[in-house]
Nanobody, 123 residues
Framework: QVQLVESGGGLVQPGGSLSLSCTLS????????LGWYRQAPGKQRDLVAR???????NYADSVKGRFTISRDNAKNTVNLQMNSLKPEDTAVYYC?????????????????WGQGTQVTVSS
């Protein structure tokens, strides 16, 4: 079984910074893309940033230049550094892992989600 454990959310003032981290645990053979999504109250869950196994990155237009995604393949970890935070960044942030292949599996690939971590930007 694969679990995604997120950490790093919290309350920050506008203009401040937060760093989110997500670690995958379990008997994992390989991971495809890793990403962060967010969902504000009453809104759909949207992509924030995504990084492929090969290191290709894409960001939502609203966070370009402020957020940085990175991954550590040896540790099965993906991080999101968030700078110059704005009130509109307030949301629950979810970690996502795509095309995860298990070590003792059949070769099938699965997608997984973390439980979410709250980020609140407010003065």
């Amino acid at each position: 079984q694969v679990q995604l454990v997120e950490s790093g959310g919290g309350l920050v003032q506008p203009g401040g910074s937060l760093s989110l981290s997500c670690t995958l645990s379990g008997s994992i053979f390989s991971i495809g893309a890793l990403g962060w999504y967010r969902q504000a109250p009453g809104k759909q869950r949207d992509l924030v940033a995504r990084i492929t196994a090969g290191g290709s990155i894409n960001y939502a237009d609203s966070v370009k230049g402020r957020f940085t995604i990175s991954r550590d393949n040896a540790k099965n970890t993906v991080n999101l550094q968030m700078n110059s935070l704005k009130p509109e960044d307030t949301a629950v942030y979810y970690c996502n892992a795509e095309r995860v292949k298990l070590a003792a599996g059949t070769g099938a690939m699965y997608d997984y989600w973390g439980q979410g971590t709250q980020v609140t930007v407010s003065s």
